[in-house]
């Protein structure tokens, strides 16, 4: 793990002649090449119908149609959910901000690594400290706030996550607010994609009338042929989980002709990070701290031989590379392997970083920066798990 991290350690402060690393990976659907993935939907402009997201690109030098499994925003969480994981077995530990509370006596928490906008995220926001102080003016809510581009030094610290991922402070009014460009960026497409077309339903086993009944708090009954009071809400059967529903014709995901999947850490990026009057030392050690996380973060979301990104889109991993990319040389690009398949081996490359970090005089706590909800939160939080009512019946 020396020489890769030493590697590491020149090309995330630029003084090497690696300029990224690249992941490339190719994936066939758990059912065999051609059969029917689904991508995750959108709306699509116009109309606000469910779709998918498409482009063009080019690929191997001809210019195709992808369809998106997967986009850069969902890779990054399923790599922060995988560190969190980790942490949470006891395999390392990544400093972060925690919310911990309960609801209908069901334990509660929320940390930097799962919420929208990480750590500076309203959650956080709205939470309070030891002393009963907005999170904001807790003595670490005080340095995230006040950071800026001359100094991440405090994210650093408390939250390194999110100088890999990205992070834009964009719930406090500041007209110079912190916005941190993410270091790892990953997707996957699908290529030359067919689209399908399904039908959904529902088959009542006991074909209940699909009549109208009258919606109640927590509840509903027939009307038996008579009218609604005033005022009250109705429904159809069918709208409450009842009754039978004729199948109608939806978006039925995509047959492709590839699975792949791009990811690269950029080391400009890294470069780029500032952390005030950190020694230059202790600089370069951080910046190759937080790419080796970035590193583990893929290894460990990615690195397994199967993907299960939704209900219907399972992959199994075909091929896969890792490798340095550097200064071109007589008009061609540089790669190399990147010996670095495994979990366990990013494991031991971010501890090894963490040790030299540590050794440059990097302070990084133990334990997560635990908070619990202001008064606001806590309600809304509870009106969550309440149950209020029946809702409409999700479709297939």
Request: some cysteine.
């Amino acid at each position: 793990m020396k020489d890769v991290y030493e590697r590491l350690l020149a090309a995330a402060n630029l003084r090497s002649t690696d300029g990224a690393v690249r992941i490339v990976a190719e994936y066939e659907p758990a059912g065999g090449p051609g059969a029917t993935l689904f991508p995750p939907t959108v709306k699509v402009n116009g109309s606000d119908a469910a779709g998918y997201l498409r482009e063009s690109r080019y690929v191997n030098g001809e210019q195709v149609e992808v369809v998106y499994l997967d986009q850069p925003q969902s890779q990054a969480n399923r790599c922060e959910v995988a560190l969190l994981d980790a942490v949470r077995r006891g395999e390392l530990f990544v400093p972060h901000v925690e919310m911990r509370t309960e609801s209908q006596n069901i334990p509660v928490q929320m940390s930097n690594l799962e919420a929208p906008h990480r750590s500076r995220d309203a959650y956080f926001r709205d939470s309070l400290g030891a002393k009963d102080e907005a999170f904001d003016e807790t003595p670490a809510g005080k340095a995230l706030r006040d950071a800026r581009a001359g100094d991440y030094s405090a994210y650093l610290r408390l939250v390194p996550s999110d100088l890999v991922y990205g992070v834009w402070d964009s719930h406090r009014k500041k007209r110079i607010a912190v916005k941190v460009a993410r270091a790892y960026a990953s997707s996957i497409v699908g290529v030359a994609p067919l689209f399908g077309a399904r039908a959904a339903g529902r088959v009542d086993q006991l074909n209940l009338a699909g009549e109208t009944v009258q919606v109640t708090n927590g509840g509903w009954k027939g009307l038996e042929g008579a009218k609604a009071p005033k005022g009250a809400t109705t429904a159809r059967m069918s709208e409450i989980g009842h009754g039978m529903i004729p199948p109608s014709e939806g978006i039925g995901g995509v047959s492709v002709t590839s699975v792949q999947r791009t990811a690269t850490v950029s080391m400009a990026q890294l470069a780029s990070l500032r952390f005030g009057t950190m020694s230059e030392e202790l600089t370069a050690a951080s910046r190759a701290l937080l790419a080796a996380m970035a590193l583990l973060g893929d290894r460990l979301a990615f690195a397994a031989p199967a993907l299960r990104l939704r209900s219907g889109c399972d992959l199994v991993m075909v091929s896969e590379r890792l490798e340095w990319v550097g200064r071109g040389r007589d008009g061609r690009p540089v790669a190399e392997p990147l010996e670095l398949a495994s979990a366990q081996e990013a494991l031991e490359l971010f501890a090894f970083a963490v040790e030299r970090a540590v050794a440059a005089g990097l302070e990084w706590p133990d334990e997560p920066l635990v908070v619990r909800p202001n008064a606001s939160l806590q309600k809304a939080i509870d009106k969550s798990f309440q149950v209020d009512g029946i809702g409409e019946p999700e479709g297939e």
